[in-house]
RNA sequence: GGGAAAUUAGCUCAGUUGGUUCAGAGCACCUGCCUUACAAGCAGGGGGUCACAGGUUCGAAUCCUGUAUUUCCCA
């Protein structure tokens, strides 16, 4: 059968795919061998994969593939988040096209609606990652709202509640008036901007023509204000103390009231107190007990509170009232200003604070274990740095405000009797709410009596549970599998989530299992384009990973994204890198095709061939040694690169050249065989990179039992390693170079052979000889006492080489060539010697130190003599 | 404004407790090769005042101080 020349990636991908599914080698059980679990970060339920999904389920696949290899029982736990607010977003969107507004529906409708489209276009991303080889138990996909995972969502909400760690509150939140709904902290992206600064002046209440003038960047929130607050300190305004001011266009009148918070400095030193429309005001306004108008609908427009405002929106407004404050004499001037305003990380809204009653998780408690988990390094954080950000955070740590104003999640289980600030109580059903009413006001009720709190929780408050639930840890406490497999062993996530979901994960595990999570944290960075933007869709700087896939293969992708991706740093991408993945695949290929192609005869096995073997041997297992190294602190790039440079450098380039037959000759069965033994284990190191290609050879390169297959072959084992032969090879592969040279610096063909004369003046090992004949293409190899007159030189080791001229040679450049290394030597030796006569260097350098600089002096010294005993014969 | 980290070849990064004339890899680049595994290749080569300025040391990319620039986090 006639092997192609190129690998061709598309076929053998969905045929070992299949198979592998089919033999379920992705699916675990609970057995006697040690368990190694990772759950996905699960994806937004309708999203679409992006690059730096490739990126973060490469990582993991690579270490469940190799995990698995090491004869753990491995268990990748994959799954969707429903991710409240995007999907409601995206859902509304889609309505909106139909002529349906989410208004106009029930919340039953719309669950209805949004249901059809999680089943539509959810788990999409999952069938991507097949198509990228991810190594999932796809039996146990999850989703945030089954019902098993939505009752211990409930379950963890009331025994929070229980335990007095969630209340409802009036707080401050940041409103999103696009989405209608409170959004937390970290969903707010603080961007500078251009703005202008108001100059706006308050009448003093009975005066005649008393005035004084605030700054704002907003006026319209003058129709909120509740009272002018100065500093007690402030000089220019005693006489203001105890008095009022009347708020222009509202005509209130408002106490002014001294507080040292005020900033002297900024503006006129006069600070308007909004205590619905900011969080310092809010705060003033609690301590002054002002009166609090809010003067926004949520949906961003005024209501009646703002007057002739009501119903526009308030950046309208914002102009409107610029102008109606100038005509009646109230603006005394604006300012160009820059100020930072919060934006909506999700619609891009511009937040509003804004006043309203939610849920809260108190959280100062519960992060103290999660804080030390990480600082004393029962959870190790990949790149280490990131304990600093972790640190700084959870020891602020602020309240979680878990309530959402969407339909799309986990509804809120608060059941309300009456209108009071504390008529609820937390139930699971409507059943058992009816007795607790009754325990808690002596009510009577029925289920239609009870309304139950129209929010959802945030997204988060489900997926910190996500190493718990997918094992059912909670639903079913104790149980055989979250024995097994929790704590899971690696989690690998973007550092942007570390609060809003590895902190909280942590939190949860101690909580709830009084255990960490997971064992290792691996930060990815994020993916950027070629001019370092971040890749999105809006910029449309992304390529499709699926496009990608098929161009390159998924083995090509695979390392075209690892191979420069250090943990914790971003990934500068383009598309050149899968370039050089889809071309380590073919060269992997066409090594195959090599060794296919041989025909073996039972003949002797030749000399260069058996030193070869010795070598690789020898560098093989160095170089595993310092991959599994690599492996162990997490450095998978660099484990790739090792591997990249042991199959393409040491196995192609040296190791096959080596031990190649000449045209059209058979080879000896003994060498082909240790051959093909190598070259699997080069395929196993391969496997969790580039796990199709792999399958592919495995299965190519010798007739398989049933059931040995690469996926679970057994991860190649250190043997001890030979330096002495790595040392001996490299000075073989120095005088291989030396003779390339001077066929190159010659143009002298490959296929001619040359002679080559060697005067030792060392010891030297001589056991690579056959190698050096073979690979210089040399008729002789031939060791004499004498200088060889009118030939090519070169020295490796105090040892002189000469290849005989052939027809012409350039005798000057010659010369200028070892005139220079004689010129560098010696100024090496110098420096050498400068150190060895400095009696401090001698004092305080430690023995083998000077030992190996004694060493270069002789040798230094060796060699310039050679070379001006040459030099001087040239003449 | 407060905190953290970074700055080494054109690009992306290594560089272990200071010790081979001021240093490595991959890609890119240059030169020569269609040498029957692979031109998606082979062979060879060039390229760095290790951000800047001081200091400690016999010796600094590595330790200390300051400056500049960048990134991230928090307000």
């Given at each position: 059968m006639e092997i192609p020349k190129t690998y061709e990636p598309i076929k053998a991908e969905e045929k070992w795919y299949s198979y592998w599914m089919n033999k379920g080698y992705f699916h675990s059980e609970p057995d006697e061998r040690e368990a190694y679990t990772v759950v996905i970060p699960p994806p937004n339920v309708t999203g679409v994969l992006h690059m730096g999904h490739m990126l973060n389920n490469t990582i993991q696949d690579v270490l469940v593939r190799r995990a698995r290899m090491l004869g753990k029982n491995a268990c990748w736990v994959p799954g969707t988040d429903h991710a409240s607010i995007a999907t409601e977003a995206k859902v509304v969107q889609k309505l909106r096209t139909e002529g349906i507004k989410k208004s106009d529906l029930s919340r039953e409708e719309f669950l209805k609606h949004a249901f059809v489209w999680k089943d539509k276009h959810g788990g999409i991303i999952l069938e991507q990652l097949k198509k990228l080889g991810c190594s999932c138990d796809w039996e146990r996909t999850g989703f945030t709202m089954d019902p098993e995972y939505s009752e211990s969502v409930i379950d963890v909400f009331m025994d929070l509640y229980k335990k007095g760690k969630i209340y409802r509150s009036v707080r401050m939140v940041n409103w999103d008036p696009e989405a209608l709904t409170a959004v937390s902290d970290e969903e707010v992206n603080h961007k500078e901007v251009n703005s202008k600064l108001f100059y706006v002046r308050y009448k003093v209440a009975g005066s005649d023509d008393q005035w004084l003038t605030i700054a704002t960047?907003?006026?319209?929130?003058i129709l909120g204000d509740s009272a002018i607050c100065i500093n007690p300190n402030d000089a220019r305004f005693k006489h203001l103390h105890g008095k009022q001011a009347i708020v222009p266009i509202a005509n209130r009148t408002i106490p002014i009231i001294l507080d040292e918070y005020v900033d002297m400095e900024f503006g006129t030193g006069c600070l308007k107190v909004t205590p619905a429309h900011d969080v310092n005001d809010y705060e003033l306004g609690k301590k002054f007990d002002l009166e609090t108008i809010d003067i926004l609908n949520d949906n961003g427009t005024l209501n009646a509170n703002g007057l002739h405002y009501e119903g526009k929106d308030r950046f309208e407004v914002r102009k409107a009232i610029e102008k109606e404050l100038y005509d009646k004499g109230y603006l005394v001037k604006t300012e160009d200003h820059i100020n930072k305003v919060g934006f909506s990380e999700r619609t891009d809204a511009v937040i509003e604070p804004k006043l309203s009653l939610q849920w809260f998780v108190s959280m100062k408690e519960l992060a103290q274990p999660a804080l030390d988990a990480v600082m004393n390094g029962d959870i190790q954080f990949h790149p280490d740095k990131f304990k600093n950000t972790y640190r700084h955070w959870m020891e602020n740590v602020k309240d979680w405000c878990i309530s959402r104003q969407l339909w799309w999640g986990h509804r809120i289980p608060a059941w309300y009797f009456g209108t009071g600030a504390n008529d609820y109580v937390v139930a699971k059903t409507v059943e058992e709410a009816i007795v607790l009413v009754k325990e808690k006001a002596g009510l009577t009720v029925s289920a239609s009596d009870l309304k139950q709190d129209e929010d959802v929780l945030d997204t988060w408050f489900s997926s910190w549970l996500w190493p718990i639930s997918m094992f059912n840890g909670l639903t079913r406490p104790g149980n055989e599998e979250i024995k097994y497999y929790y704590p899971t062993n690696d989690l690998v996530t973007a550092p942007e989530i570390m609060f809003f979901w590895v902190a909280r994960m942590i939190i949860a595990g101690y909580e709830y299992l009084g255990e960490i999570p997971f064992k290792n944290v691996y930060y990815t960075g994020i993916v950027r384009d070629k001019l370092g933007r971040k890749m999105s869709k809006s910029l449309g700087n992304s390529p499709d990973p699926i496009e990608l896939i098929e161009k390159y293969g998924a083995d090509g992708v695979r390392v075209g994204i690892l191979i420069s991706s250090p943990a914790g740093n971003d990934l500068p991408f383009d598309t050149s890198q899968c370039e050089q993945g889809r071309n380590f695949t073919n060269k992997v290929w066409n090594a195959f095709r090599l060794i296919d192609a041989w025909e073996v005869r039972d003949i002797e096995q030749p000399k260069s061939s058996a030193k070869a073997i010795e070598w690789f041997e020898a560098k093989f297992n160095k170089t595993l040694t310092e991959i599994n190294d690599q492996f162990d602190k997490f450095r998978i790039s660099e484990a790739l690169m090792s591997i990249y440079k042991l199959v393409w450098?040491?196995?192609?380039?040296w190791y096959l050249e080596m031990i190649k037959p000449g045209y059209e000759q058979p080879i000896d069965s003994k060498t082909l065989e240790t051959t093909k033994v190598f070259f699997e284990k080069l395929l196993k190191l391969m496997q969790p990179f580039t796990p199709f290609i792999a399958e592919e050879i495995w299965h190519l390169i010798r007739e398989r039992a049933e059931g040995d297959d690469i996926i679970l072959a057994p991860w190649p084992v250190v043997d001890s390693v030979n330096e002495t032969v790595l040392a001996n090879f490299k000075f073989a592969e120095e005088v291989i170079i030396n003779i390339r040279n001077i066929r190159k610096n010659n143009n002298i063909a490959n296929k001619v052979k040359m002679d080559l004369f060697v005067k030792k003046n060392n010891e030297i090992d001589l056991s690579f000889d056959s190698v050096i004949s073979k690979m210089g293409n040399l008729t002789q190899l031939e060791y004499v006492k004498e200088k060889v007159a009118n030939s090519n030189s070169f020295i490796v080791d105090s040892n002189e080489y000469y290849i005989p001229f052939g027809d012409t040679i350039d005798l000057v450049a010659e010369k200028a060539k070892m005139q220079e290394e004689l010129n560098y030597t010696k100024g090496f030796l110098q420096s050498i010697q400068k150190k060895l006569q400095n009696e401090k260097f001698m004092a305080g350098a430690p023995e083998q130190v000077v030992l190996s600089e004694r060493k270069k002096e002789s040798d230094a010294l060796n060699k310039i003599a050679i070379l001006e005993e040459k030099l001087a014969e040239m003449v």
């Amino acid at each position: 059968m006639e092997i192609p020349k190129t690998y061709e990636p598309i076929k053998a991908e969905e045929k070992w795919y299949s198979y592998w599914m089919n033999k379920g080698y992705f699916h675990s059980e609970p057995d006697e061998r040690e368990a190694y679990t990772v759950v996905i970060p699960p994806p937004n339920v309708t999203g679409v994969l992006h690059m730096g999904h490739m990126l973060n389920n490469t990582i993991q696949d690579v270490l469940v593939r190799r995990a698995r290899m090491l004869g753990k029982n491995a268990c990748w736990v994959p799954g969707t988040d429903h991710a409240s607010i995007a999907t409601e977003a995206k859902v509304v969107q889609k309505l909106r096209t139909e002529g349906i507004k989410k208004s106009d529906l029930s919340r039953e409708e719309f669950l209805k609606h949004a249901f059809v489209w999680k089943d539509k276009h959810g788990g999409i991303i999952l069938e991507q990652l097949k198509k990228l080889g991810c190594s999932c138990d796809w039996e146990r996909t999850g989703f945030t709202m089954d019902p098993e995972y939505s009752e211990s969502v409930i379950d963890v909400f009331m025994d929070l509640y229980k335990k007095g760690k969630i209340y409802r509150s009036v707080r401050m939140v940041n409103w999103d008036p696009e989405a209608l709904t409170a959004v937390s902290d970290e969903e707010v992206n603080h961007k500078e901007v251009n703005s202008k600064l108001f100059y706006v002046r308050y009448k003093v209440a009975g005066s005649d023509d008393q005035w004084l003038t605030i700054a704002t960047t907003r006026p319209e929130t003058i129709l909120g204000d509740s009272a002018i607050c100065i500093n007690p300190n402030d000089a220019r305004f005693k006489h203001l103390h105890g008095k009022q001011a009347i708020v222009p266009i509202a005509n209130r009148t408002i106490p002014i009231i001294l507080d040292e918070y005020v900033d002297m400095e900024f503006g006129t030193g006069c600070l308007k107190v909004t205590p619905a429309h900011d969080v310092n005001d809010y705060e003033l306004g609690k301590k002054f007990d002002l009166e609090t108008i809010d003067i926004l609908n949520d949906n961003g427009t005024l209501n009646a509170n703002g007057l002739h405002y009501e119903g526009k929106d308030r950046f309208e407004v914002r102009k409107a009232i610029e102008k109606e404050l100038y005509d009646k004499g109230y603006l005394v001037k604006t300012e160009d200003h820059i100020n930072k305003v919060g934006f909506s990380e999700r619609t891009d809204a511009v937040i509003e604070p804004k006043l309203s009653l939610q849920w809260f998780v108190s959280m100062k408690e519960l992060a103290q274990p999660a804080l030390d988990a990480v600082m004393n390094g029962d959870i190790q954080f990949h790149p280490d740095k990131f304990k600093n950000t972790y640190r700084h955070w959870m020891e602020n740590v602020k309240d979680w405000c878990i309530s959402r104003q969407l339909w799309w999640g986990h509804r809120i289980p608060a059941w309300y009797f009456g209108t009071g600030a504390n008529d609820y109580v937390v139930a699971k059903t409507v059943e058992e709410a009816i007795v607790l009413v009754k325990e808690k006001a002596g009510l009577t009720v029925s289920a239609s009596d009870l309304k139950q709190d129209e929010d959802v929780l945030d997204t988060w408050f489900s997926s910190w549970l996500w190493p718990i639930s997918m094992f059912n840890g909670l639903t079913r406490p104790g149980n055989e599998e979250i024995k097994y497999y929790y704590p899971t062993n690696d989690l690998v996530t973007a550092p942007e989530i570390m609060f809003f979901w590895v902190a909280r994960m942590i939190i949860a595990g101690y909580e709830y299992l009084g255990e960490i999570p997971f064992k290792n944290v691996y930060y990815t960075g994020i993916v950027r384009d070629k001019l370092g933007r971040k890749m999105s869709k809006s910029l449309g700087n992304s390529p499709d990973p699926i496009e990608l896939i098929e161009k390159y293969g998924a083995d090509g992708v695979r390392v075209g994204i690892l191979i420069s991706s250090p943990a914790g740093n971003d990934l500068p991408f383009d598309t050149s890198q899968c370039e050089q993945g889809r071309n380590f695949t073919n060269k992997v290929w066409n090594a195959f095709r090599l060794i296919d192609a041989w025909e073996v005869r039972d003949i002797e096995q030749p000399k260069s061939s058996a030193k070869a073997i010795e070598w690789f041997e020898a560098k093989f297992n160095k170089t595993l040694t310092e991959i599994n190294d690599q492996f162990d602190k997490f450095r998978i790039s660099e484990a790739l690169m090792s591997i990249y440079k042991l199959v393409w450098d040491d196995f192609c380039s040296w190791y096959l050249e080596m031990i190649k037959p000449g045209y059209e000759q058979p080879i000896d069965s003994k060498t082909l065989e240790t051959t093909k033994v190598f070259f699997e284990k080069l395929l196993k190191l391969m496997q969790p990179f580039t796990p199709f290609i792999a399958e592919e050879i495995w299965h190519l390169i010798r007739e398989r039992a049933e059931g040995d297959d690469i996926i679970l072959a057994p991860w190649p084992v250190v043997d001890s390693v030979n330096e002495t032969v790595l040392a001996n090879f490299k000075f073989a592969e120095e005088v291989i170079i030396n003779i390339r040279n001077i066929r190159k610096n010659n143009n002298i063909a490959n296929k001619v052979k040359m002679d080559l004369f060697v005067k030792k003046n060392n010891e030297i090992d001589l056991s690579f000889d056959s190698v050096i004949s073979k690979m210089g293409n040399l008729t002789q190899l031939e060791y004499v006492k004498e200088k060889v007159a009118n030939s090519n030189s070169f020295i490796v080791d105090s040892n002189e080489y000469y290849i005989p001229f052939g027809d012409t040679i350039d005798l000057v450049a010659e010369k200028a060539k070892m005139q220079e290394e004689l010129n560098y030597t010696k100024g090496f030796l110098q420096s050498i010697q400068k150190k060895l006569q400095n009696e401090k260097f001698m004092a305080g350098a430690p023995e083998q130190v000077v030992l190996s600089e004694r060493k270069k002096e002789s040798d230094a010294l060796n060699k310039i003599a050679i070379l001006e005993e040459k030099l001087a014969e040239m003449v």
